[in-house]
Every structure is written in structure tokens, then in C-alpha cells.
């Protein structure tokens, strides 16, 4: 009796099974100075692997029923953007609902473009694309910014300009992940507004914070309300600690440093507290306190 299980060469008297052939890539090698290479292609949907880096956690079971149907009716009318691997597979950089949505729709294949891509590449054109679509939570967002910048070095600059926001629009992304779990939660299903968030993080106090909080989720207080709320916690606390010329003054420097800054004046004396967000954050702002000392011929530092 014939062993198919030996495959094709077990059939020819001395013969040696076939050597297995290495996927062909679809691109050619890259070069980096070469500019954008891209390709079109239908490639099998069990082959293209979910992007490690996607910014995005929470997919609303309704919307991706929604694309379910319209994929089942119409097809996918924009194609995935993958990068090759070695091994013939792919990674998914933007599309992360149209492979959900033809992997459960049991699709064999799926419409691709191949480029190719570092991880840098591949977390900015994610990140990117779900800000377009207005698809990411305000802490998703806000999470994407963050691993640039810690995992790529990037300062708040440099991501402002990839996103096409102002640095300020950054700070203040970043700033939600200062609130706890809980407030964090909340903020990206929706329970709470980042208005909200921001009137709880003008709040220092712990304790008043996490009170303020649950009422807002307990009664569902506006965003005024609950400014009215905390107001008289911050009056309060700007009465014993700042009159207009030391906020003037704090304005100015926000403005020269471009970063938040805290001052805190008794008497003749006090400090200047001066927040950085990055590595390379504190080593522009050093750098430009020296280079500022050099030019004076004081020494600052």
C-alpha cells in the first residue's frame, strides 16, 4: 500500500522530496533615500497579521456590524495598507475594522497596498489614519502620543507636526493620562467629556478630585455645572497663592518656553517650577537655558 503521507517523492524509486520554495516578496528591497515604494495586491486575509502598534483598543460592536453588512454587500472598497514580512505574511499598518470585519466575514482574500515601513512609520501612519477618521477615544489619543515620544523619542513638537495639531493641543491630550484608571476609563467610553477631564485636573487635591468625579458620574453634571462645582476649590486656592502680576508673569514664561510653568513668589523669595513631558524635552529646554547663559556670559546652570 502507497504512504501518501510521504508525499510526491516516496512515488519515484530513489527520488527526494521536493524542496520547499520561499515565498517571493512583492516588493524589491528598499532603500530609504528611494522615496515611497508601493504595491496593489490581493493577498489571503489569514495571512495578514493585526499591527502590534494599533492606538486603538475599543471597537464599538455596533459600527462593526454596520461594515459587516456594507463589506458583505459591496466588498472592501479602500485596500488595507500592509508591510511584507520575511516569513510571506504581512502586517497590518491601517485597517484594523476591514480585516476584523472580512476575517469574520470568512473572506479568502482581501485588497492590499504593500509599502514599506519602520515601526516609527508604521505607529504614525496608524495613528494618523484613526485621527482622520475621528475613530480613536480622546486617551487612545492621547496613548498613541505618548509611545511616540517614549518609544520613539519624539518631543511635542515634532509629534504636533506629524498629527497636524499645535503643541498645546498635545500637552493637553497628554495631560488626561495624569488621571487615574478609573477617570481614564471614563473619559474613553464616554461617561465623562475631556471638558470634564480638564476641569478635574485643574483640581490638585486627590481626594476632591475623586469626589467631584463621581458626582459627575452619579448625577451626570454638565461640564458648567460641574465648573461650578469645583470653583469655589479653585478660588480658594488661587487666592492664597497668586496675584496677577505673578500669573503675568507665569503667562510669559508659558509663552517664551512653551511649556507649563508654575511660580511660586513669597516674599522676595520662591521658585520657578518649569515642567518637561520627555527626554528630549528636558534636554532642548537645557540646552537652551546654556545656549542662552553662553550668549549672556553668565553662567545659568
Same mark, same amino acid.
Given at each position: 500500500m502507497t504512504d501518501f503521507g510521504k508525499g510526491l517523492g516516496s512515488l519515484i524509486p530513489g527520488g527526494r522530496p521536493l524542496p520547499v520554495q520561499p515565498p517571493k516578496p512583492i516588493l524589491p528591497p528598499h532603500e530609504p533615500d528611494e522615496g515611497d515604494v508601493l504595491a496593489v495586491a490581493h493577498v489571503a486575509a489569514n495571512l495578514v497579521d493585526p499591527n502590534p502598534r494599533q492606538p486603538r483598543s475599543y471597537f464599538a460592536d455596533d459600527k462593526q456590524e454596520e461594515l459587516r453588512k456594507s463589506i458583505a454587500e459591496y466588498g472592501i472598497l479602500e485596500p488595507l495598507l500592509v508591510t511584507e514580512k520575511t516569513d510571506g505574511r504581512f502586517e497590518l499598518i491601517a485597517g484594523e475594522r476591514r480585516l476584523r470585519a472580512a476575517k469574520?466575514?470568512?473572506?479568502?482574500?482581501?485588497?492590499?497596498?504593500?509599502?514599506?515601513?519602520? &515601526?516609527?512609520?508604521?505607529? *504614525?501612519?496608524?495613528?494618523?489614519?484613526?485621527?482622520?477618521?475621528? &475613530?480613536?477615544?480622546?486617551?487612545? *489619543?492621547?496613548?498613541?502620543?505618548?509611545?511616540?515620544? &517614549?518609544?520613539?523619542?519624539?518631543?511635542?513638537?515634532?509629534?504636533?507636526?506629524?498629527?497636524?495639531?499645535?503643541?498645546?493641543?498635545?500637552?493637553?491630550?497628554?495631560?488626561?493620562?495624569?488621571?487615574?484608571?478609573?477617570?481614564?476609563?471614563?473619559?474613553?467610553?464616554?461617561?465623562?467629556?475631556?471638558?470634564?477631564?480638564?476641569?478635574?485636573?485643574?483640581?490638585?487635591?486627590?481626594?476632591?478630585?475623586? *469626589?467631584?468625579?463621581?458626582?459627575?458620574v452619579a448625577k451626570g453634571l454638565t461640564v458648567r455645572e460641574t465648573q461650578d462645582l469645583a470653583a469655589p476649590k479653585l478660588r480658594r486656592k488661587r487666592a492664597t497663592s497668586k496675584d496677577p502680576a505673578v500669573l503675568a508673569d507665569e503667562a510669559r514664561l508659558r509663552e517664551v518656553l512653551n511649556t507649563k510653568v508654575q511660580i511660586e513668589k513669597r516674599g522676595e523669595r520662591g521658585r520657578i517650577t518649569i515642567h518637561f513631558y520627555s527626554d528630549d524635552d528636558y534636554a532642548e529646554m537645557i540646552g537652551r537655558f546654556a545656549g542662552e547663559a553662553a550668549e549672556s556670559g553668565r553662567d545659568l546652570l
Open positions: 469574520a466575514l470568512e473572506l479568502k482574500t482581501v485588497p492590499v497596498i504593500v509599502r514599506h515601513a519602520d &515601526d516609527l512609520e508604521k505607529l *504614525e501612519i496608524s495613528l494618523i489614519e484613526n485621527l482622520q477618521r475621528q &475613530d480613536l477615544s480622546p486617551i487612545e *489619543e492621547a496613548e498613541g502620543y505618548r509611545e511616540l515620544g &517614549d518609544t520613539f523619542g519624539l518631543t511635542q513638537e515634532e509629534i504636533a507636526k506629524r498629527a497636524g495639531k499645535s503643541r498645546e493641543a498635545i500637552s493637553n491630550a497628554l495631560r488626561l493620562l495624569e488621571l487615574t484608571g478609573e477617570m481614564q476609563k471614563a473619559v474613553g467610553t464616554g461617561t465623562i467629556s475631556p471638558a470634564h477631564a480638564r476641569v478635574l485636573l485643574a483640581i490638585d487635591n486627590p481626594r476632591l478630585r475623586q *469626589e467631584i468625579f463621581e458626582k459627575i
